[in-house]
Nanobody
């Protein structure tokens, strides 16, 4: 059974940082493309960052230079380091794994709130 468990969300002031973690079980995060998505109230879920099995990364334009996705194969964990956070980054963040070109597996989400 595949499980993705996110952690690390919380309340942070604008300009602050958070690191989200996604612990995978039932799959090897090293051989799947992994992604972080987010969904703000009243908005559609959007892909924020992704990392391929080969380690290539891509980012939504609005987070480039602020967010970094990485993977620890030994820990079977994917991370999202978020710096210089803005109020518009407020959302529920979801970890996902891609199989066959589809985001097939999802975590339960972790809330990130950026507010003073």
């Amino acid at each position: 059974q595949v499980q993705l468990v996110e952690s690390g969300g919380g309340l942070v002031q604008p300009g602050g940082s958070l690191r989200l973690s996604c612990a995978a079980s039932g799959i090897s995060a090293s051989i799947y493309a992994m992604g972080w998505h987010r969904q703000a109230p009243g908005k559609e879920r959007e892909l924020v960052a992704a990392i391929t099995s080969g380690g290539s990364t891509n980012y939504k334009d609005s987070v480039k230079g602020r967010f970094t996705i990485s993977r620890d194969n030994a820990e079977n964990t994917v991370y999202l380091q978020m710096n210089s956070l803005k109020p518009e980054d407020t959302a529920v963040y979801y970890c996902s794994a891609n199989r066959g070109g589809l985001w097939a597996y999802w975590g339960q989400g972790t809330q990130v709130t950026v507010s003073s």
